[in-house]
């Protein structure tokens, strides 16, 4: 029987509690894809109980053995405060489960919920006294990382799964990669953005997270699309899919977009974006080169990466490869290497870190990065009034609408872009 008078409250702490296992980048998945078990994940990760179980029940009916769907079905259970259901689950998976760390996790799960007396209403508060806490014997699940830390606490492991997985949205209007992340172990979205060398955010975003943001002087400037601005550097726990790392993140005064998650995070890790089925999946790099003429070497200077773009009649010219842009930004050596004519081009204006900057749009009749041809693709051409790709000298930014549709590895290791046909 449900204990029917502590529900209510029981199932917000409960959620809350589950919801700090996936926001610590310790979210626990089998390598194995399987799209009853991503979709069941998915909607687990909006707390969706109820409808994750489903998904759950059904990878269930093709693997019964599959620990990882057990545990998040007796999770979802938990979740929805059907207490004597997920006893029953806990107990089998901690029966019959196959991998060790979900059958110990299933056991703690099983003797608090053993352990209530019927009903509980305390709270341990949090570590800052903030009542966030996991409910006194309340047999809300444990064995999940508990949410939150200050920026001066201290640091969790760096985290780097052999295999792991982070599914995006893209911004209307815009097409900015966004994946749900955490720092410091507390909610954030990011911007997925191969065109940023850093991860940076706004005192804003702190200020949201219950970080206490800097007070001293700038100590260092930022440059990017429009100009600089002033900058500071903290270092905190930044964490997407499964992926964990201590990074010296870079905070603005003030950032009204997603922050961005940049070349500092995944430039050591190989991962695959998928722009068809919207996630990214990770894995460690590898020795193994094949090449074949789906594969295109790039460049990495600094933390960038850098192909060679080929226009009309054969003319090249080197551009960034950056998920975070929305288009395709020349520079004025690229409009000039490619032979582009921007005089019959409209005035538009284009928002980076610094600021705005003036470009011209057009439309170009043909680009192409090795198996990837695009025709009558609308770009933008800076008129090097302003800003960072505005220098000559500088390359521009290849960006969503060059890569949509199709799904590609970035192995750095090998310096190799793959795609998949």
């Given at each position: ?328 930004l020349f520079s004025p050596t690229n409009i000039r290497e490619l032979g582009i004519d921007t005089s019959g ?77």
């Amino acid at each position: 029987m449900k204990n029917i008078g502590v529900r209510a409250d029981f199932r917000k702490v409960v959620q809350a509690a589950t919801w700090a296992l996936l926001l610590g980048g310790y979210l626990l998945q089998p390598a194995a894809a399987d799209p009853y078990f991503d979709y069941g994940l998915k909607v687990f990760q909006q707390r969706n109980f109820k409808l994750a179980a489903q998904y759950f029940d059904m990878r269930l009916k093709s693997n019964p053995n599959d620990t990882y769907a057990q545990y998040y079905r007796a999770l979802c259970y938990h979740g929805q405060g059907d207490t004597d259901r997920a006893k029953e689950l806990y107990q089998s998976v901690v029966s019959t489960g196959i991998d060790a760390r979900i059958r110990a996790l299933a056991q703690t799960q099983l003797k608090k919920l053993e352990n209530i007396p019927g009903a509980a209403t305390a709270v341990n508060p949090g570590k800052h006294g903030s009542g966030a806490g996991t409910p006194a014997g309340s047999g809300a699940p444990s064995g999940l990382p508990p949410g939150g830390a200050d920026e001066d606490a201290q640091s969790g492991p760096t985290i780097v799964p052999a295999n792991s997985k982070a599914y995006f949205s893209l911004t209307p209007g815009h097409n900015d990669m966004i994946v749900e992340g955490a720092v410091n172990k507390r909610r954030l979205s990011f911007c997925f953005d191969t065109g940023a060398s850093v991860t940076m955010m706004g005192k804003n975003h702190l200020r949201e997270l219950g970080i206490h943001p800097p007070t001293t002087p700038a100590t260092s400037k930022i440059q990017g699309v429009g100009g600089t601005v002033d900058s500071w550097t903290m270092k905190l726990d930044v964490g997407i899919g499964g992926i964990t790392k201590r990074l010296p993140v870079r905070i603005s005064e003030e950032w009204e977009t997603a922050p961005l998650l940049g070349q500092d995070f995944f430039s050591d890790i190989d991962y695959e974006i998928d722009n068809v089925g919207h996630c990214i999946r990770f894995s460690k790099s590898s020795d193994a080169v094949k090449d074949d003429n789906y594969t295109i070497p790039f460049q990495r200077i600094g933390k960038h990466l850098y192909v060679q773009l080929e226009g009309e009649k054969g003319k090249k010219t080197q551009m960034i490869v950056d998920t975070g842009a929305e288009g395709i930004l020349f520079s004025p050596t690229n409009i000039r290497e490619l032979g582009i004519d921007t005089s019959g081009g409209s005035i538009e204006y284009h928002k980076g870190v610094g600021g705005s900057t003036e470009a011209v749009g057009l439309v170009v009749d043909m680009l192409r990065l090795g198996p990837i041809v695009v025709r009558n693709v609308k770009v933008s051409a800076d008129t090097g009034q302003k800003g960072m790709v505005g220098k000559e000298g500088s390359s521009g930014l290849l960006g969503q609408a060059f890569f949509s549709g199709w799904r590609f590895t970035i192995d750095n290791r090998n310096q190799r872009l793959r795609f998949f046909h």
